[in-house]
């Protein structure tokens, strides 16, 4: 099966942010600092805390949501220039191949550690912070999808 496409901006902003939610480190970092944020605000409400130390938490708590949900994915998008061309992607039972007008590469189904699946894009994980972003829509129709879907499964790992 062979795919062709193209990325846009705003569902690769979103795949970069379930990139970074999907993290296990990042995840327990937001479950504290939100258990944190409560706790100042039931610190603040039962009179333990002064105003100022719950303005900090708050802060904090707003300042970590901001750089996860904004700053990151746009700092990633803006620096990876991989986003601005158009590619073809072949899929076979032994792997798959990566072609841009200035080459491609393949890689065996082993080279992939797991995959995770967003609503616009599979992800393909070599390790925790190399990946490509396969397009849904590249696919043709749903059945292709469906396809590519079952391949994936078939042969590498959810991560």
């Given at each position: 099966m062979t795919i062709y496409f193209g990325y846009?901006?705003?569902q690769v902003i979103q795949a970069l942010r379930?990139?970074?939610?999907?993290?296990?480190?990042?995840?327990?970092?937001?479950?504290?600092?939100n258990v944190f944020a409560l706790a100042s605000v039931t610190l603040?409400?039962?009179?333990?805390?002064?105003?100022?130390?719950?303005?900090?938490g708050s802060a904090l708590?707003?300042?970590?949501?901001?750089?996860?949900w904004f700053i990151l994915p746009f700092m990633?998008?803006?620096?990876a220039i991989t986003f601005k061309h158009e590619f073809s992607m072949d899929f076979r039972d032994d792997?798959?191949?990566?072609?841009?007008?200035?080459g491609s590469k393949s890689w065996p189904w082993t080279a992939l550690k797991s995959y995770?699946?967003?609503?616009?894009?599979?992800?393909?994980?070599?390790?925790?912070?190399?990946?490509?972003?396969?397009?849904?829509?590249?696919?043709?129709?749903?059945?292709?999808v469906f396809e590519l879907r079952?391949?994936?499964?078939?042969?590498?790992?959810?991560?």
């Open positions: 846009e901006k705003g379930y990139h970074f939610i999907s993290r296990q480190e990042i995840r327990i970092m937001l479950i504290l600092v603040y409400a039962l009179g333990k805390i002064t105003p100022m130390a719950f303005f900090m708590w707003i300042v970590l949501m901001i750089s996860f990633v998008y803006r620096r792997g798959f191949t990566l072609a841009h007008e200035r995770l699946e967003s609503p616009h894009f599979f992800h393909l994980y070599f390790d925790s912070r190399s990946f490509l972003l396969v397009p849904k829509n590249g696919c043709k129709d749903s059945d292709e079952k391949l994936i499964k078939e042969k590498v790992k959810k991560g």
